[in-house]
């Protein structure tokens, strides 16, 4: 499955941004859902993730309180109270039934202090 980042962009501190993640040629649906981020000079790391069902939500915890993850026939991340630390590419990843991971192109997302 080929996925597709979009959304990003330069925002202030405090701001809010939505991402969205769409597949192309295929549904997303049956799919675990997730959303990485890469600072320059940092290992990507994880920042949130939604079940197949879409009823479990799970993360990392400098993001808890201030992103939401939610998914119908996209992956969204909608990110509130943006501080410069979330600056990064933000990547949407999925796994299929048998565990295989799909990573899309990421997005841009630049926070000023």
């Known amino acids: 499955v080929q996925l597709q980042a979009s959304g990003g962009g330069l925002v202030q501190g405090g701001d809010s941004l939505r991402l969205s993640c769409a597949a192309s040629?295929?549904?997303?649906?049956?799919?675990?859902l997730a959303w990485f981020r890469q600072s320059p000079g940092k290992e990507r790391e994880f920042v949130a993730a939604i079940a197949r069902s879409g009823g479990a939500t799970y993360y990392t915890d400098s993001v808890k309180g201030r992103f939401t993850i939610s998914r119908d026939s996209m992956v969204y991340l909608h990110m509130n109270s943006l501080k410069p630390e979330d600056t990064a590419v933000y990547y949407c990843?999925?796994?299929?039934?048998?565990?295989?991971?799909?990573w899309g192109r990421g997005t841009q997302v630049t926070v000023s202090s």
């Open positions: 040629g295929r549904t997303i649906s049956g799919y675990a």
């Open positions: 990843t999925a796994w299929d039934n048998k565990g295989l991971q799909y």
